[in-house]
């Protein structure tokens, strides 16, 4: 007759024996180390704009949306981990009773027939008391037990070892405080509030006061992990907290204080260590202290613990030079701005918006790859300060400020601008990348750097290029030595090639040359075209170094190069997407310092599941549990001994033990 489900113990039930089984618990452990290669490998919670960069507008949804960019504390970890920590606690549940009770267990009911059924079991020689081998096995370490039995013979229970199962009791016990710690530091509770309505994040505001009071976290937050950046005199009293697709403010009980920001940087540039000193303020009793912090060096104030976490702009003045396109003039305005603000820009009857990013003040590639030419600033430029350092030459580039032009429509394109002029192979040049798009690759306008390292020799050439009768006199100059029966027509199609590629380049020169010239003559006609055009900008150039007292530049290799680059920097303009060049000229730097601050009250449960599993694993793998028994029965002395594990060490104490107890024997019987 089948027992009732509600008279079924417990432990034997189905879904109790699935949840605690060993497969179950390795199949959840894999699904977590999965997990945490993906924390540890993707670097989490970045502003999503760099996602977006990185994997494209799809696939920084779809991994947002699978909690990628927060794994630790996504919702199926979380969950992954409650189960870990049920199956693990039922796990212990089943199986602690029976080893305590194997702890305790001397196991003195054995019985003859299953002594010398033991795999180290023998009959000793000779006579001795049961006594006389219960000191023995004491003396070689064992706890001992002796029973006389009703049938009148006497067994000595000896065992050592057994604090081995608390290895296995500990390394569970370690896993589920862990767990309990992970579960503490992951955010259930507001995660919790969030599902309940509680807690609503907001992706609308941008400063802290403009919060609702339903996003807005207490001090009394069990747990939390934030980041603020501060400029340097400014303070801060709160942290952003990143919430599914919105942002939680979490209130701190002290005020923060940005004194004064310091950085150290190698000979490469690479920052070596930085540090803020910071003015705490406590909210409740007004007392003010100050502490300075660095990278590994946190501070922590009312459980809460402050990182040094990273440094960024804060705000610096910026000078520029800025030629506006639609005007030819050779000298630039000088525009004054800070970075990571807005400013309206009018130019004629056309108004913009320039939006001003993080200025930089340092930048430092690794230049150790070949330079080819792609549309990458890497094989753009080439060394100017370099260090090789484990076949990598870094170089630091010097400062550059991203800034975005946006229209009446609220379109934009953003810009990357660098003050030094950086080399590429032999020359130098000033960069600006453009794009239109964050997934896209920066395109490069490189405006050739001059003998005196500046571009007024460029921009003196574009304005002579933009003056039809001054292009007109440069060609009658140079073509007063032509024979007399070509120089008109010489003349003519030196003027017509010149004012088509001040135009538009040498874009212009081949639509002209594909839509006026038959096909099978267009290569050999454009060879024709590049040749008289490099000669006359050659008397360009010329003549730009004479009209504006330019220093004297004789004819060699270095201005035949200039002189082609800036042929490709002038193709490039007229199709530069701005109506405004900008080159930084001048800046004065203000940092703001990153800091994390985390309240983790799971963390000593962390550091206490360590230490657990630690001793866990010494009792598991260097404490040796092993049993011995003498039996006195019918005139015989019955020796057997087992162990859980490591029988090749039993292999050679038992022989050992049984010489030893037949020694003795003897000579206790020596006499007789």
Not at 347 to 359: A, H, V
Request: with cysteine; aromatic share 10%; proline share 4%.
């Amino acid at each position: 007759m089948s027992k009732s489900p509600s008279s079924v113990p417990l432990i034997h039930k189905p879904w109790f024996a699935f949840l605690s089984s060993m497969r179950f618990a390795v199949a959840l452990l894999s699904l977590l180390g999965v997990a945490s290669v993906i924390g540890t490998v993707l670097q989490q919670n970045q502003p999503q704009v760099n996602y977006v960069v990185k994997f494209g507008p799809f696939w920084s949804q779809i991994f947002n949306f699978l909690g990628l960019y927060d794994v630790y504390a996504s919702a199926w970890f979380v969950v992954i981990m409650m189960f870990l920590v049920i199956s693990t606690s039922l796990c212990l549940i089943r199986n602690v009773p029976p080893f305590l009770r194997e702890i305790k267990s001397f196991r003195e009911n054995a019985k003859e027939k299953s002594l010398a059924a033991m795999r180290h079991s023998t009959v000793l020689e000779g006579k001795m008391s049961s006594e006389i081998a219960q000191r023995y096995l004491e003396v070689q370490g064992f706890n001992c037990k002796t029973v006389t039995r009703e049938d009148g013979s006497v067994l000595v229970a000896a065992k050592k070892g057994a604090m081995n199962k608390w290895g296995y009791i500990f390394a569970h016990a370690a896993l589920i405080v862990i767990c309990l710690g992970g579960l503490i530091d992951s955010n259930l509770l507001l995660k919790i509030g969030m599902l309940t309505g509680r807690i609503v994040p907001d992706n609308h505001s941008v400063y802290a006061k403009d919060f609702k009071p339903e996003s807005i976290l207490g001090t009394s937050n069990l747990s939390f992990r934030g980041n603020v950046n501060i400029t340097e005199g400014q303070s801060a009293d709160v942290v952003f907290l990143n919430a599914d697709n919105g942002m939680l403010v979490q209130d701190l009980p002290f005020e923060v204080k940005l004194k004064k920001f310091h950085i150290d940087f190698y000979n490469t540039g690479m920052p070596r260590d930085f540090a803020s000193d910071l003015e705490i303020t406590d909210k409740e009793s007004g007392k003010k202290s100050e502490h300075t912090i660095r990278v590994n060096h946190p501070l922590t104030l009312h459980g809460i613990t402050i990182y040094q976490a990273s440094f960024a702009d804060g705000g610096s003045d910026l000078k520029f030079k800025a030629w506006n396109l639609g005007n030819p003039s050779r000298e630039p305005v000088t525009l004054r701005a800070t970075s990571m603000r807005d400013f309206p820009l009018d130019i004629g009857n056309t108004s913009y918006k320039l939006e001003f990013d993080q200025f930089t003040s340092m930048n430092v590639e690794d230049m150790s790859k070949s330079s080819e030419k792609e549309q990458t600033l890497q094989s753009a430029i080439n060394d100017v300060r370099a260090v090789s350092q484990e076949n990598k030459k870094y170089t630091n580039i010097g400062p550059s400020v991203v800034y975005r032009i946006r229209d009446k429509a609220g379109q934009a394109v953003e810009y990357k601008n660098y003050m030094l002029p950086v080399k590429q192979e032999q020359d130098y040049f000033f960069i600006t990348g453009t794009r239109t798009g964050l997934e896209q690759q920066y395109r490069w306008l490189r405006i050739p750097a001059d003998r005196t390292s500046k571009p007024d020799t460029f921009m003196a050439m574009r304005e002579l290029l933009k003056d039809e009768a001054a292009r007109k006199a440069v060609i009658r100059n140079a073509t007063l030595n032509a024979p007399d029966n070509i120089r008109e027509q010489f003349t003519l199609a030196a003027e017509n090639t010149l004012g088509i590629f001040a135009k538009g380049g040498y874009l212009a020169l081949d639509e002209f040359i594909t839509k006026n010239i038959p096909k099978e003559q267009q290569e050999k006609m454009q060879g024709y075209f590049y040749e008289m055009l490099f000669g006359v900008m050659n008397a360009v150039l010329e003549e730009t170094i004479q009209k504006y007292k330019l220093p004297a530049w004789p004819q060699d290799e270095a201005r035949n190069r200039f002189l082609l680059h800036s042929m490709d920097a002038y193709t490039g303009l007229t199709e530069y997407p701005a109506p405004m060049l900008l080159q930084l000229d001048g800046f004065e730097e203000v940092r703001s310092s990153g800091l994390q601050m985390t309240r983790s009250p799971g963390a000593f449960l962390v550091y206490l599941g360590s230490v657990l599993l630690v001793l866990g694993t010494i009792f598991m793998f260097y404490i040796r549990e092993k049993r011995a028994w003498v039996l006195f029965s019918d005139d015989r002395i019955r020796f057997a001994m087992s162990s859980s594990r490591n029988e090749r060490d039993l292999q050679k104490e038992f022989p050992q033990h049984t010489q030893s107890l037949q020694r003795l024997a003897k000579d206790l019987n020596h006499d007789a």
